[in-house]
């Protein structure tokens, strides 16, 4: 008899239930090693090893430990966790425990990938040089999106960060988009999957999702489901992979919940100690590779209470370059920052980028400034009143997230904007960009 055969009739019985976690006593078992649960009705559920104290192994059930008996029984697997990988995954929608949703075709037959394959060798990782355009104009001019990047949108509950998800991904211009949802309702997942259907990137879509309806546990796994299979296809296939992931703190809310059914000591507002750690193994999957394709990580971030300094967005701005600030269905320019965006500004994009970026935000913020002084009812000067005017173009423009522009027109636009409301001296920009650029009226000329 081969081991592997040994190791899948390995059973025992359960001796504990606590919520989604079951204990049985077991030789021979390694850690994340995956198991079947059989309950007392024939009914079956796939579960890992997440805790080992002597002969004393913790699983987590994907199904969730309601309904289970302590009758049920227990076999072990002899591998780690894994996801279907093959062409025909394209097109396809999962659920956390890795099967199909959607009705298709039959993948049991298709290869297998483990979610957690070793992290890449730092040498083979190279300096980021290429924009991912996103038609945002808040991204692409302000903040670029840069191939191989880890950013976050940091967000408060009510705002449209989904539709804004969305929107990237099918905008974008990535070769392929593996998509990962957690806890959502179901009005999001229909709208995730109508999205990417109606505007024709469905096929080159892959999505993992767990819906709010779904077991908990099952919501641990998709992010990494997502970023083995986007890895594979940057690794082996030279793709360029957008990885679009909603919503990281219901992520670790997820592990919290967990970690407390494991009796472990929590740390700040209940969150386990190595919170950090569990975000950043995630978030450092992100990566350029040589001679092959790259993975770029966009996630949501809700912030509870609008308060960033929450645990979530705290330690997530720490291993992420930048965030995306979301309020009150804008995107902040201040709030907001790409730290790679210097890569591309001016080398992967237009001459004017850099200039137009910098004047546009220093004009907003000197109309910010002047609605302050209005509000105080101070006399305005006259640049206070063309500073208004471009405080109001400027938002409607740029800073409404329904605004659609590829970057050479939203460029465009900026230079339009501006000699709408300022004189070529007034800008204190550079002069041969401003000779180039600045549109020319029989007014102006």
């Not at 809310?253 to 009796?263: F, H, P, S």
Request: glycine share 8%.
């Amino acid at each position: 008899m081969t081991e592997a055969l040994r190791t899948l009739l390995r059973s025992t019985r359960v001796v504990e239930i606590v919520g989604d976690i079951i204990r049985v006593k077991a030789q021979g078992v390694a850690f994340g090693e995956m198991a079947v649960v059989e309950n007392v009705d024939g009914e079956k559920s796939l579960a890992r090893v997440v805790d080992l104290e002597g002969d004393l192994v913790s699983l987590q059930v994907y199904a969730g430990g309601k309904g289970l008996s302590t009758d049920a029984s227990v076999s072990f697997l002899g591998h780690p966790p894994d996801v279907v990988y093959s062409e025909h995954i394209l097109g396809r929608i999962f659920r956390g425990s890795g099967e199909p949703i959607d009705k298709g075709p039959d993948l049991s037959m298709e290869p297998r990938i483990p979610l957690e394959g070793p992290t890449v060798n730092p040498v083979m990782r190279v300096l980021p040089t290429r924009m991912i355009e996103t038609q945002v104009p808040m991204i692409d001019l302000f903040n670029c999106l840069v191939e191989s990047q880890k950013i976050p949108i940091f967000s408060v509950a009510g705002e449209p960060y989904n539709e804004l998800l969305a929107r990237i991904g099918f905008q974008a211009d990535a070769d392929v988009v593996v998509f990962g949802g957690m806890g959502l309702v179901f009005d999001d997942f229909h709208f995730f999957r109508t999205a990417f259907e109606n505007h024709g990137i469905f096929h080159r879509t892959v999505m993992f999702v767990n819906q709010a309806s779904d077991p908990l546990v099952e919501r641990l796994t998709i992010p990494d489901m997502a970023l083995a299979v986007a890895e594979k296809m940057a690794v082996e296939e030279n793709k360029r992979v957008l990885v679009l992931l909603t919503d990281m703190t219901a992520y670790a809310d997820a592990m919290k919940e967990l970690g407390i059914a494991q009796e472990r000591i929590p740390a700040i507002r209940g969150y386990m100690g190595d919170l950090y750690t569990q975000l950043a193994r995630r978030y450092e999957k992100a990566c350029d590779f040589k001679g092959a394709g790259s993975v770029t990580i966009l996630s949501v971030t809700t912030m509870p209470g609008g308060d960033v300094t929450h645990p979530v967005p705290d330690n997530t701005g720490y291993i992420t370059e930048g965030q995306f600030y979301l309020h009150d269905q804008v995107i902040d320019p201040f709030g907001s920052l790409s730290r790679l965006k210097q890569h591309v500004i001016g080398k992967a994009t237009r001459e004017d980028h850099g200039q137009i970026m910098n004047t546009m935000i220093r004009l907003y913020a000197g109309a910010v400034e002047a609605e302050k002084k209005q509000s105080m009812a101070f006399e305005l000067s006259s640049f206070d009143e063309k500073l208004l005017k471009f405080g109001t173009l400027f938002r409607k423009r740029f800073m409404d997230i329904r605004v659609s522009l590829p970057l050479i027109e939203a460029l465009d636009l900026c230079w339009q904007t501006l000699a709408e409301c300022f004189e070529p001296d007034e800008l204190v920009m550079k002069r041969d960009l401003i000779d180039k650029y600045y549109p020319r009226t029989e007014e102006n000329a």
